[in-house]
């Protein structure tokens, strides 16, 4: 994984990406970054970095994560110097950045009813 702590989220988003998508963006609680390469022995590697507005935000992206392991298998990337509020994910090369974008939409659209609700 590649050290971005000091690229700024919307220099990121100015970049060219194949889809980006950004609901509330005066609101954002979940930024995630799923990128795709070729390691040094050729190997297809995809990761996910996901950053959150707070710890107990991140733990219910967590438990998100565990309920779909079987669709989104992910294994913990140890990044010493990472914020608490950050984590980052290898995910298995047969895993499609749709179907992360389909199951990250689906935690965001059922954090934000859980949000209408509460209101």
Known sequence: MHDVSDVRVADMLQKDF????????ENLRLLAIVSGYYNTEKNFKRELLVSVESTEFLMNVLRFFDVNA???PLSILPQPGLKEEMKAFEI???TSRKN???LLEEFCSRTKSTLDMSS
């Open 92 to 94: 298995d090369k047969f």
């Open 18 to 25: 194949k889809k980006w998508t950004v609901v509330e963006i």
């Open 70 to 72: 079987s669709q989104l």
């Open 100 to 102: 992360v974008e389909r």
